[in-house]
């Protein structure tokens, strides 16, 4: 009898332990962006054009990136 119980809690140990991996697998899964989906969005890699015009920069920030040193 000690056995069947044993082996009963041992199923639902392993139960709950691949539930809480299966979650949290997917939850990992579903916040992983490509690298490529979140520079898309950043003014640093968009030139400064696309990043003033689409108000990621103010225009003192676009005027400082496109001046001319001489």
Known sequence: METIFSLLWSLVVGTVKFGVNAFFFFIRLASDVSEEEQNANDASYMDPWNAYS????????????????K
């Open 54 to 69: 689409n108000g990621h920069i103010s225009y003192a920030e676009y005027v400082e990136k496109t001046r001319i040193n």
